[in-house]
């Protein structure tokens, strides 16, 4: 598994990302430009905003695609054994440049091994016996008394980041769930800087990689409408069983969906796009599109997502970054607003009772709110994203705190949904920090974003799943944003069944040959069984349907 991406591992008592105790998930955004002429958020060039209205909304109804056969699930058998094993250092064939030392008083075994090193960046193995094919829990025994880094291979490949603090003790650190099958496996631990002292690495069956999939299929509005009902059942149905495919769309020529079906025959089950052009500094008259186009996919038979890179209301236009004009802290009131009118709200501020900063936040959801709203009434839900990657610096939302951060989240469910009677939302949460969860009450759905390096292997994400897990009891768990997809047999190994994932556009899917996802890639990933396409989307629909028909036959 490499998983050198997610896991930086402090050497601690404490499990890796808490699986005693989780309060942070590494994620990183897409790299998004700040210039407002633009059509779609991008990461690359800026287009003139003139240019969106002369987009028409593409079906892809007269598209084909080539035709192959359905890859199957080969997940292999995992029978969970007792284990206890201790490798110590010492008992390992030692290279030239290591030697084994008893000085220190707090080893174990007969001693422990000098000659890790930064400066030569070498490196120690050890072969372990593994009693059956599982997830195993990896300790690693050390001391550092300057600090150091190292970075840890099972079987040649990265697993995790290791910084060391410094001490003049040997203390532990725990990795979790590191799958290895039955027989002799490779541990190596490869010096990066400062110098360590080793004394052994603990191997334990794992117990913590227990996958939550009895979610309620009860949205958190209570007054949903029956086609959200039926798109939460329809995740809830699947969660653990299948992951829904999806995909963020640059603009409403829907370029990205195309290349998906003429290179694998089939369509994404959600079309994700993107909000941004509804905030009232830096928007465009051009919003319309991202209507029409989404009410087009909702025709096709697709499930809709969006989400909201939310202009900052008061200053520099278009800009998503903090700002020396705009400060969300100054927008905070203890004014119970979330209901009121547009002009009870300018008579707030006229009086100074609320700051233009909180007016204009206001209008701003007012503004996204009418766009949803027509989708309200074209009867299409929507998985719905804002305020995402909470806790990252990357956006002026999260640049005053968690209590303002969840201030803001608070005030903008309760205005679409108590106000705006927006009931065809399904409320999707990403986040790094816990501090910046939402009520409970507040959203259905929680997310990661996770975006790697070129040519970087996603592996299952279990790691990144299994966090929010912990910080979010009885949520589903979603992949909402990535540069990379998952790989479908290693999640079902891992126990990390994301429940959709949402794969950003360019340079992610920009051409067949690129470094994060490749033709080959799509067409493994789509054709899997393990895998939910449009198609499956509709059949899941139109049965349900047939469901309620039957039931109120009987009714009657």
Known sequence: MALKKYLTVLISAVMLFGMVGCNEINQTPPRIYENTEVPAITSTEPISASAVTTVSVTTTAELTGPKFEQIPLHVPDISTEEAELICQAEDQPLPASFKTMNEKPDYTGSGYISGLSGELNNTFIFNAEIPSSQHYDISVVACAEEGAECTVFVNDEETANITIESSDRFISATIPGIYMETGTNKI?????????????????????????????????????????????????????????????????????????????????????????????????????????????????????????????????????EESEQFSLSSAVTFEDIACLTPLEIENLEKKSEISKECAAIIEDIDSVSEGLKELKNAGVPVLWHPLHQGGDDSYWWNSSGSDVYCWLWDLLYKRMTEYHKLDNLLWVWSGTDEDYLPYSSEYDIAAADIYLEENETFGSGYESYYALQNMTDGKLIALSECSSLPDITSAFRDGSVWSYFGLWYEPYLEQEDNQFVDTETLIRIYNSEGVLTRDDYIEYCSQSKTSVTTDESIIE
């Not at 979610?215 to 653990?240: H, M, R, W």
């Not at 996919?297 to 520099?316: Q, R």
Request: proline share 3%; with cysteine; net charge negative.
């Open 188 to 320: 190596s631990i490869q010096q990066v800087s400062g110098d360590m002292l080793l004394d052994c690495i603990e191997i334990h069956n794992n117990i913590s990689l227990e996958p939550d999939t009895f979610i309620s299929a009860v949205p958190v509005n209570e007054n949903a409408s029956s086609e959200t009902k039926t798109l939460l059942q329809f995740l809830c149905d699947n969660y653990g069983k299948a992951i829904i495919s999806g995909q963020q769309v640059s603009d409403s020529s829907n370029s990205e969906i195309a290349r998906i079906f003429t290179s694998t025959g089939k369509y994404p089950a959600i079309r994700f796009a993107d909000m941004y052009l509804y905030s009232l500094n830096g928007g465009s008259s051009a919003k319309q599109e991202i209507v029409n186009s989404a009410v087009e996919w909702s025709k096709s038979g697709g499930i809709t997502g969006l989400m909201w890179h939310w202009f900052a209301p008061v200053g520099e236009s278009g800009k998503l």
